[in-house]
Structures are given as structure tokens and as C-alpha cells.
């Protein structure tokens, strides 16, 4: 299971602390609650939280097909400036987390796994559903012909990558928000 999510920064605000604070009310679960009252770096650190959660959302409705999005149920322990882990029904997962003055980008695993995850700025023309780097990417990481390998959602929800010759498929995550796509993809 592999998850990831980003937050553009510039997109993602709150107009005054009380919004934010009532919106963190509303996520956070009551183990979090008092981690972020107490920080100073409230404004970022309500977007880390919300991006562990949304992947490790996407990592357990891989296998969980009926999960809806509840995040105050998730529970996130913060444990450096990139790592953290979060527990969701009896299921535990290792998240990584990247943090800069434009972006939160978050990767979610079940257990030790290879991945392949990247996240960049979309560009002119570029949308939302161009999955060439990736596609690229796995490609080169596999060996493979990049027009071997397709994407499709598995019951309209879940993508995956498949490779068109062997019928192999890998797990795989896709986010974006505002300006920002990025990708993960487990092997």
C-alpha cells in the first residue's frame, strides 16, 4: 500500500488563526491536538498533518475499497522534521514527509517497501492527468519501453501502473494541488 499528497502553499491559507484553529479541530485526532497547540509553526504544520493523512488515506483504501475520508480518525505521531507514523483501523504507516516555503509533499507506506516518488510544478499547457515523467521514470527504473506502461483506475478510484506486454501492475498513488503534481509508485 503507497500513498502520497501535496499542499501548494500558496493556494492553501487561511484568512485568520481562529479559521485554522477550528479547521485543526475538525482533523486533528485528540492525541494531535495538543502537539499543535503548542507549536509555533502552526501554519505549516496544519498542512503536514492534513498531507500524512490524506496518504495515508490513499494507501488504505487500496485495500479498503468501502474507507471514507475521515482524518480525525487517522493518528499521526510526529516524530522528526521528515518522518512520521500514523495509525488508521489496526493498520500502521511509515510516512515521509518534504517541507519547503512553497509545498508540503507527503509519502505514506505500509511497511518497508521500494518506492519511486516524485513531485514537480506543473507547467503551461500541462495538466493534472499528464503522467509522462512518471511513466518515464518507472520505465527507466524497470527497464522497460515508456509506451509499455499505461495507467488505469482500479473500481474508478484506486490508479495503478500496468505494463501492456507482461500484464504486471504496481500500486501507485497520484496527487496535485494548485501548481504542484507528484507521484509515488510502489514495486
Same mark, same amino acid.
Not at 45 to 65: C, D, P
Not at 123 to 135: E, M, V, Y
Not at 172 to 179: A, E, L, R, Y
Given at each position: 500500500? +503507497?500513498?502520497?499528497? +501535496? @499542499? ?13 484553529? #477550528?479547521? &485543526?479541530?475538525? *482533523?486533528? /485526532? ?5 502537539? $499543535? ?6 501554519? @505549516?504544520?496544519?498542512?503536514? $498533518? ?23 480518525? +487517522?493518528?499521526?505521531? +510526529?516524530?522528526?522534521?521528515?518522518? &512520521?507514523? %500514523?495509525?488508521?483501523?489496526?493498520? /500502521? ?10 509545498? @508540503? $509533499?507527503? @509519502? ?6 521500494v518506492?519511486?516518488s ?8 500541462? /495538466?493534472?492527468?499528464? /503522467? ?5 521514470? %518507472? ?11 499505461? *495507467?488505469?483506475k ?5 490508479? #495503478?501502473? $500496468?505494463?501492456?506486454k ?7 498513488? *497520484? ?13
Open positions: 500500500m +503507497i500513498g502520497n499528497d +501535496i @499542499v501548494d502553499l500558496n493556494f492553501a491559507s487561511f484568512n485568520s488563526e481562529e479559521r485554522r484553529d #477550528r479547521y &485543526a479541530l475538525k *482533523i486533528l /485526532h485528540p492525541n494531535e491536538q495538543e502537539f $499543535y497547540q503548542v507549536s509555533s509553526e502552526k501554519s @505549516v504544520l496544519i498542512w503536514r $498533518y492534513w498531507s500524512i493523512k490524506e496518504a495515508v488515506y490513499k494507501a488504505f483504501a487500496q485495500q479498503n475499497l468501502a474507507a471514507v475520508f475521515s482524518p480525525s480518525k +487517522i493518528e499521526v505521531t +510526529i516524530r522528526s522534521s521528515k518522518n &512520521a507514523t %500514523a495509525h488508521i483501523a489496526g493498520n /500502521h504507516f511509515h510516512c515521509t514527509s518534504i517541507m519547503s516555503e512553497t509545498l @508540503v $509533499y507527503t @509519502v505514506a507506506v505500509a511497511r518497508s517497501a518506492y519511486l516524485s513531485y514537480f510544478m506543473m507547467k503551461g499547457t500541462q /495538466h493534472s492527468g499528464d /503522467h509522462t515523467r512518471l511513466k518515464q521514470a %518507472a520505465a527507466q527504473l524497470l527497464n522497460l519501453e515508456t509506451n509499455r506502461l499505461f *495507467i488505469a482500479r473500481n474508478g478510484k484506486i490508479p #495503478r501502473l $500496468y505494463d501492456r507482461s500484464q504486471k501492475s504496481w500500486p501507485m498513488s *497520484i496527487t496535485h494541488h494548485g501548481n504542484f503534481m507528484g507521484y509515488a509508485l510502489r514495486f
